[in-house]
């Protein structure tokens, strides 16, 4: 490895550690490499940014200056221990990167404003679960293919629609036909094909 590699490689660290953390806390399609290296990049930059940002707030000192960027292109020796107050920043930018992301901020935002109507999930399964207009609510699943109705609260799913799995708790079993009850049970995992299952969402 040559000496600009390793510095252009310290460079993409912060980023990297920031994208392996946003990929892991994100609902998203699963990243391309090139998405991945993309997002490192700016992520990385961001890092840099608020540390120079800190930095000359800090010293009272405009414009700031990050030493490894002077360090890729004149060979001056780097400075380990702004690589690493860079890196130790990069956590705090992944979760708040991640927050604005799972809020769905970007779309509130062009949807308040009349620039967008994308309500950010993947797709309507994830839309409904994450939506916090339920959350005092319990499901009703109707199996029409098995003739029965799972009543409970939802306790967790699927990120997508494509795994359509759902866990619920506190359940009372019914013949969807006739509301029949049939039996209670503690949890029950249901994993069926899509066009198998409708869900009912109960106020509590």
């Not at 049939?182 to 198998?196: C, G, M, P, Q, W």
Request: with cysteine; hydrophobic share 45%; net charge negative.
């Amino acid at each position: 490895m040559s000496e600009f590699t390793f510095r252009l490689a310290l460079l993409f660290f912060p980023g990297i550690i920031s994208a392996i953390l946003v990929e892991k806390l994100v609902t998203t399609q699963t990243w391309s490499d090139f998405r991945f290296a993309l997002n490192a990049l700016v992520l990385g930059l961001s890092c840099y940014m608020f540390y120079a940002l800190g930095l000359a707030a800090i010293l009272q000192h405009w414009p700031p200056n990050v030493s490894l960027f002077s360090a890729l292109g004149n060979g001056q020796p780097i400075s380990y221990e702004e690589v690493l107050t860079v890196t130790a920043i990069a956590p705090l930018i992944a979760f708040a990167v991640s927050y604005v992301i799972d809020h769905h901020w970007l779309n509130r935002f062009a949807k308040r404003w009349g620039i967008s109507k994308r309500f950010g999930d993947r797709d309507v399964w994830s839309y409904t679960f994450n939506s916090s207009d339920i959350s005092n609510y319990w499901v009703v699943v109707r199996d029409f293919d098995r003739d029965l109705a799972f009543e409970g609260w939802a306790n967790a799913y699927a990120e997508t629609a494509d795994e359509n799995e759902i866990l619920l708790t506190d359940v009372k079993v019914y013949r969807s036909s006739s509301s029949e009850f049939l039996y209670e049970i503690e949890s029950v995992y249901l994993k069926r094909k899509k066009d198998d299952l409708t869900i009912e969402f109960r106020k509590g």
